[in-house]
């Protein structure tokens, strides 16, 4: 094989399939909102905990989404329930109410 100095990069690609999605189903079930955000993060720009402290809902979406399980609530753990995200999201979805979802479902055994 020719030696042209550079390697490739392995793969990033992830099989979803494998995930365990249990916690994403349970949210989507109380709150079908979950399923149509578009991850556009204008929630997370307009954070009021956020100027302060790592807060994203955005991320602790993706989270769920990618069965990460362990670190779905650490982007919300500042959140004080303000509601301002949920006047500039673009798919209007009640973000202070999914918020609270996504909180029972994690407390929830
Ligand atoms: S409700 Fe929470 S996540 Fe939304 S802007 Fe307020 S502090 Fe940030
Ligand atoms: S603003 Fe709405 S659509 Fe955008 S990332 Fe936040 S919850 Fe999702």
Known sequence: MVDFGFGLVPSSRINLDLFDKDKYRELVKIEPDARI???????????????????????????????????????????????????????????????LSINKVYSAK
């Open 37 to 99: 955000c578009m991850a556009c993060g204008s929630c997370t720009a307009v954070c009021t905990a956020g100027k302060f402290v790592h807060t994203s809902l955005r991320e602790a979406i993706e989270d769920i989404l990618n069965a990460k399980n362990d670190k779905a609530l650490e982007s919300l753990q500042a959140c004080q329930l303000c509601g301002k995200c949920s006047m500039v999201c673009p798919r209007g979805i009640n973000t202070r109410h999914l918020i």
